[in-house]
């Protein structure tokens, strides 16, 4: 395949973190090292067969301005939420919940033992779509399409490839594309993402290379100018996020749960959440 192959300009390994009710996790993207990569703002590796590193799961929690997306690769999660919506997320399965205008909410584990593992990424929102109704687009292993190639197994979330493989999740205004990456031992997946698109690989197990570079199990590499990605599996093969989307290019004000463009607008979520609004 013809292209500029975009080097690695970043490379950063993730670090320990806790959240929800103390679920132990990597960070890779919301770190002091790596704040944000507009538009996504973190991006969170979870993956323990300790229960005890996940079993106290992540209670009613609110959420506004920014969607997040969590793909299961292994164990179950189940969540629920003040709008009536429930249901658990499976291996293979994807949630892309749109937060915009808040919601409570609470992800649990759905089991007591086991591998659980996975991400979570956070996506910003355009202004114009913070304060939308909430929205979610979830879908099973089964309805998440594959684009196979020599050596490659590709899970195509969103977006769609150069083989015309196109992800369910539609409509989203960044424009994201959001695979994930089973290779073999030496495999090679090239596919064209321009460089206008903020490109970002997780390495899940395994290792890769980019131009040459080593992402091994636990980092994050962050892609630079040219046409076109190619990653190269290790010896023992690899498995990767590769996440792109366009950048919204509007400030940021955070919060914890809250990501909006003002401080005052923060302030107004958290004032609009104690009062019952959400």
């Keep these: 395949m013809a292209g500029i192959h975009r080097p690695l300009v970043k490379l950063t390994r993730g670090m320990a973190a806790s959240d929800g009710a103390g679920v132990k996790m990597t960070r890779l993207l919301g770190t002091p090292e790596l704040r944000v990569l507009d538009p996504f703002l973190m991006l969170d590796k979870f993956h323990s067969d300790n229960p005890n590193d996940y079993l106290a799961g992540f209670p009613e929690h609110p959420h506004r301005g920014f969607e997040t997306v969590t793909y299961m690769v292994a164990g179950r999660m189940r969540h629920k939420d003040n709008k009536g919506h429930e249901g658990v997320i499976e291996p293979g399965g994807v949630q892309w919940m749109t937060a915009a205008g808040g919601i409570i909410h609470s992800e649990m584990p759905v089991q007591e033992d086991g591998l659980m593992s996975g991400f979570q990424l956070w996506i910003n929102l355009p202004a114009a779509e913070k304060m939308k109704p909430a929205a979610y687009q979830e879908y099973d292993a089964d309805e998440v399409p594959s684009d196979i190639r020599e050596g490659v197994v590709a899970k195509i979330v969103a977006g769609r490839t150069s083989a015309g493989v196109e992800g369910p999740v539609k409509n989203i205004s960044t424009q994201p594309f959001y695979a994930e990456l089973v290779m073999e031992p030496g495999a090679v997946f090239e596919e064209p993402i321009l460089a206008d698109k903020t490109t970002i690989l997780a390495i899940h197990t395994g290792a890769v290379s980019v131009s040459g570079i080593a992402l091994p199990e636990a980092h994050l590499g962050v892609f630079g100018p ?25 400030p940021i004000a955070w919060g914890g749960p809250f990501v909006m463009n003002t401080e005052g607008e923060v302030r107004q979520a958290m004032l609009d959440y104690q009062m019952g609004r959400f």
């Excluded at 040219?226 to 509007?250: K, M, Q, S």
């Design 226 to 250: 040219g046409d076109t990605v190619r990653i190269e599996a290790g010896p023992e093969g690899a498995r990767a996020i590769l996440a792109a989307a366009y950048p919204i290019g509007e």
